[in-house]
């Protein structure tokens, strides 16, 4: 799939407040710095069109934008960023489970990991979450750029067999790089390929 155009629609805090209508979206979720936004700009080509940081905790609502004047996608704020403090990361995590178990149109959502760590418990936990809720999801490991291929292997082989504990089939997996803009084809082609199914 092309991208065409790709411009931002809205940022919210309410669930209810998102774009109406019936056009599917794909929401980008994961902790915090491990590349959501950079890789909204990534796959479509605009640098700026999601706001990055290096350092966490940049995106704090829920922001669309619409591609292809068709479907929208969706950048979240990050979990599990302690700098936030209690009231804070209570307020982003009802942010984004209310808009996870409410939001109709979410079509997949895309749970990005960091290519360079061991399976982390607080990620384990939102996929069985995601489970549990029955919302359908995929895993983007992102900045594979960091490793090379050997080490890339062994971490995603590690993370493989930790996520067979607990599920019994494995979800769709894609790799990312927004640094060296890998995995673009791949993960447009998927979500194509979701939304005629
Ligand atoms: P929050 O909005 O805070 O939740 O973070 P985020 O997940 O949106 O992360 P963001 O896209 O802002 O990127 C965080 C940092 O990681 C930035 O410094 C990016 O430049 C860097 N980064 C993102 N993707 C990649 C990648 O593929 N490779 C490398 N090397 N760095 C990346
Ligand atoms: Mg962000």
Known sequence: MEIKSAEFVVSNTDV???PEGNKPEYAFI??????????IN?????????????????????????INDSWYLVDLPGYGYAQRGK?????????????ILEREQLTNLFVL?????????????FMEWLGENGIPFSIVFTKIDK???????????????KLLESWEELPPILLTSS????????LLNYIDEITKS
Do not use: W
């Open 30 to 39: 994961g902790r915090s710095n491990v590349g959501k936004s950079s890789l």
């Open 42 to 66: 990534m796959i479509t080509g605009k640098k700026g069109l999601a706001m990055t940081s290096s350092k966490p905790g940049k995106t704090q609502l829920i922001n669309h934008f619409i």
């Open 113 to 125: 990991l960091d290519c360079r760590l061991e399976a982390q418990k607080i990620d384990l936990e």
């Open 87 to 99: 009231e804070g990361r209570e307020n982003i995590r009802r942010i984004i489970e209310d808009y």
């Open 147 to 161: 490793l090379g291929g050997g080490k890339l292997r062994e971490n995603l082989n590690a993370y493989t067999k």
């Open 16 to 18: 209810k407040k998102c």
């Open 179 to 186: 640094e060296k803009k890998e995995g673009k084809e791949e």
